[in-house]
């Protein structure tokens, strides 16, 4: 029953610590996965389509951001980093999919106008984009404010 691997305290203290850093890569990595799929960028794993929930990805964004403040001073230099860049790209993809959603609508809206008899003229399409880019304003506004 003396196992010198048991007795030894600094061991036990360093695989703790190493299994606590695997752990919290781990979360991060699993945060930053949940977001991206809901982000549209990665496809759902069981279904295989793609989701597209900002509201759901800016949770887990801001989940990760309050671990990030909450940890401050208390990750290792590695940590620190993991959870930084994973952020950063996190923002970035965040900015992206609400930058690519209003123009997606935006198609949609001028490919139904266009299906009609009506011929394409460029007055038409000028004339309801106005009154859109400022609901579209309106809406980045909402989502990047923060980031």
Do not use: C, W
Not at 129 to 146: D, L, V, Y
Request: charged share 25%.
């Amino acid at each position: 029953m003396s196992d010198p691997h048991i007795s030894e305290a600094a061991p036990v203290n360093e695989g703790s610590e190493e299994m606590t850093s695997a752990l919290f890569a781990h979360m991060v990595l699993q945060q930053s996965s949940m977001a991206m799929m809901l982000l549209g960028k990665t496809a759902h794993p069981e279904t295989g389509k793609v989701v597209r929930d900002l509201e759901g990805a800016k949770l887990f964004i801001d989940m990760l951001e309050m671990l990030e403040v909450k940890t401050k001073g208390n990750l290792s230099q590695e940590e620190a980093v993991l959870l930084k860049q994973t952020l950063m790209s996190l923002r970035l993809a965040f900015v992206e999919a609400v930058d690519t959603e209003p123009k997606a609508e935006a198609q949609a809206h001028d490919g139904s106008a266009q299906a009609g008899p009506a011929p394409a003229a460029e007055p038409v399409k000028t004339g309801p984009a106005p009154s859109a880019a400022p609901a579209e304003e309106e809406h980045r506004k909402k989502f990047t404010k923060k980031y």
